[in-house]
């Protein structure tokens, strides 16, 4: 199973999608986070399952609408 390191004090950081083969190698990153910026707050986890989606958008161009009748009175 792979492992990940992530940087919580940073969503935003690719590295938190860099799969490690080893225990050991996401540990060193997450090390290496910490030596760069001591305040952030790093874990590392053991990937089990990983899901992704796919989404689809369609546009075309929309029906003319009806035209609406007179009122009657």
């Known amino acids: 199973m792979p492992y990940i390191a992530i940087n919580l004090s940073n969503a935003y950081d690719v590295e938190n999608n860099t799969r490690y083969a080893t225990q050991a190698e996401a540990d060193t990153r997450a090390r290496a986070i910490l030596n760069q910026f001591p305040t952030a707050q790093v874990f590392t986890a053991q990937v089990l399952k990983d ?5 689809t ?17």
């Open 51 to 55: 899901y992704s989606a796919k989404v």
């Open 57 to 73: 958008v369609t546009a075309k161009d929309p029906a003319d609408p009806a035209p609406e009748s007179e009122p009657t009175s």
